[in-house]
């Protein structure tokens, strides 16, 4: 069973910064896609970023430039660094797991807030 806890969530200011962590259980993280999706009160879940086993990196237009997402193997943990933050990125951050075989596994989620 992989289990995912994230960290990192807070309040921040806008044009701030924080970091989210997503540490893994399992051996099977070196073999999985890892990501992030985030979901605004009365939104749908929007994804947000992933990287490859060979850390090929894809984000979405909405982040770009301003969110980094970057892996561990050594460690089974990926991150997000999210930097000048808008009010618009205020959402609960989840970190997901995509198995090579198919199946997801998810993250309880962690609040990032994103005001003055």
């Known amino acids: 069973q992989v289990q995912l806890v994230e960290s990192g969530g807070g309040l921040v200011q806008p044009g701030g910064s924080l970091r989210l962590s997503c540490a893994a259980s399992g051996s099977i993280f070196r073999t999985a896609v890892m990501g992030w999706y985030r979901q605004s009160a009365g939104k749908q879940r929007e994804w947000v970023a992933s990287?490859?086993?060979?850390?090929?990196?894809n984000s979405a237009d909405s982040v770009k430039g301003r969110f980094t997402i970057s892996r561990d193997n050594a460690n089974n943990v990926v991150y997000l660094q999210m930097n000048s933050l808008e009010p618009e990125d205020t959402a609960v951050y989840y970190c997901?797991?995509?198995?090579?075989?198919?199946?997801?596994?998810w993250g309880q989620g962690t609040q990032v807030t994103v005001s003055a």
């Open positions: 990287v490859s086993t060979d850390e090929r990196i």
């Open positions: 997901y797991l995509r198995k090579p075989g198919g199946g997801t596994n």
